[in-house]
């Protein structure tokens, strides 16, 4: 009897053996993500950042954002519009010549990120063996995110439309048709050769190392010309300026002439991040005009905002603002995403709240935006932990931007009373 089904189980296994590979090509729900140290190299431009998900290569979208990694043609471009990915194809005029950096790969590969869920956003490419070309949503099955944010996309999906390759220098796609490569000056990446001198097996010790180096090397711009720096750094212009004919790639160039703007902070820690395959993004507000991080450790995502720990004129070093939760992150800032829970419209029924009994950090922050809506001068607001919430510039500037706060010239200050336990605000309209 047993013998009987021997033949018939072979036969079964062998018939079954080919679709295997098929099957395990698209990831599923409940998938983790884990670190790769192959480069993606779009074109001509190498990249570090790949991830694999059920022993397949996918690309974190954000190494296509055009960012500070690169002052160069990048053959393809990812942006985030009308709630949705687009990747686009971009043209490169025939003869020029490009400015590369060759990121250093410092990732140790196979170390886990996390469980992956299929993206909540669509993720369209151009199809460019339609003319006119048309934008072709990709299938959920290729399209992943990493608790909600860090979208991901599977490489050889995108090798149907750009093409695909691989070989011991890692993966390639968009390569030039004739298969000539473009005339490239290779650029020494600052960044990642500062990276891989401060990492550590400690994933938080190395992010921190990442944030104090920028911060004890770079001068925000606006200190620039500050008396401090004219005594003690009267080179600075002149640095600048060589280091613009040295230098083409924005990073590069911020970090060589040690002064730079937000953005260019937060470009530079998500460089550093995104090649050690740390997952980070950057977080933009308009209401602030500012740009910082956000970045995966241990299953959750915190802020960092370099710029804000390096406060100058005379040079400082603070922890502030590194590893910060949404949830105190909402003090001092605001931004739009899912994780800064302020609505965006104003509603009536926060004046019912009692200012002297606020149970949360939502109540204290819909309370103070119903205080300045009815335009009070001085109010006081009491949480039920005594100095729990506090903070008042990421309310009061979400006030101004979406619920008719007077912004121009509105002054206010506050102080914890620790007697009656409350915050005591004052407010000057303009």
């Known amino acids: 009897m047993k013998k009987r089904w021997i033949p018939l189980i072979l036969s079964l296994v062998l018939y079954l053996a080919p679709a295997a590979p098929a099957a395990a090509a698209e990831a ?65 005029r025939r003869g020029e010549t490009l400015n590369v950096i060759k990121p250093v790969v410092y990732a140790t590969p196979g170390l886990e990120l996390g469980p992956v869920t299929p993206a909540a956003i669509p993720v369209k490419v151009q199809d460019p063996r339609t003319s006119p070309q048309q934008a072709v949503t990709l299938p959920a099955g290729s399209v992943y995110q990493l608790a909600g944010y860090y979208t991901m996309v599977r490489l050889r999906t995108l090798g149907e439309y750009y093409g695909y390759r691989e070989d011991t220098d890692g993966v390639h796609i968009c390569e030039e048709p004739s298969g000539e490569t473009p005339a490239a000056v290779w650029e020494e990446d600052l960044a990642g050769k500062a990276a891989k001198s401060l990492r550590s097996t400690d994933t938080k010790a190395t992010l921190q190392a990442f944030h104090n180096y920028l911060v004890n090397n770079l001068t925000h711009s606006d200190f620039m ?47 550093m991040c995104l090649q050690n395959c740390t997952p980070c993004e950057l977080v933009g507000s308009n209401e602030m005009d500012h740009v910082w991080n956000r970045v995966w450790l241990w299953g959750e995502w915190y802020h960092v905002d370099v710029t804000f720990d390096d406060p100058g004129p005379k040079p400082a070093l603070r922890q502030t603002y590194f590893l910060v939760t949404p949830e105190k992150m909402m003090q001092t800032h605001c931004w739009e995403g899912p994780d800064f829970t302020m609505p965006s419209e104003y509603d009536p029924a926060w004046t019912q709240i009692d200012p002297m009994n606020l149970t949360s950090a939502d109540q204290y922050r819909k309370c103070l935006a119903a205080q300045l809506v009815q335009g009070k001068t001085k109010f006081s607001l009491r949480p039920a932990v005594a100095a729990a919430f506090g903070g008042s510039r990421g309310p009061v500037t979400w006030a101004h931007a979406h619920y008719g706060v007077p912004a121009w010239e509105l002054r206010w200050s506050y102080q914890y009373n620790a007697a009656k336990k409350t915050y005591d605000y004052t407010v000057i309209y303009p």
């Open 28 to 92: 599923s729900p409940g998938q983790a993500a884990y670190t790769s140290d192959r480069l993606l190299w779009a074109g001509p431009i190498p990249l570090a950042g790949l991830v694999t998900i059920n022993q397949e290569y996918y690309l974190p979208l954000e190494l296509l954002k055009e960012t500070g990694k690169a002052d160069s043609y990048i053959p393809l471009a990812a942006s985030l519009s009308s709630g949705e990915y687009h990747i686009r194809l971009q043209d490169r």
């Open 225 to 271: 010309d500050n008396a401090y720096f004219q005594k003690n750094d009267p080179q600075r212009h002149e640095r600048a300026a060589q280091m613009s004919e040295t230098y083409r790639c924005q990073n590069n160039f911020t970090l060589a002439s040690r002064y730079g703007v937000c953005q260019n902070y937060a470009e530079l820690f998500q460089a």
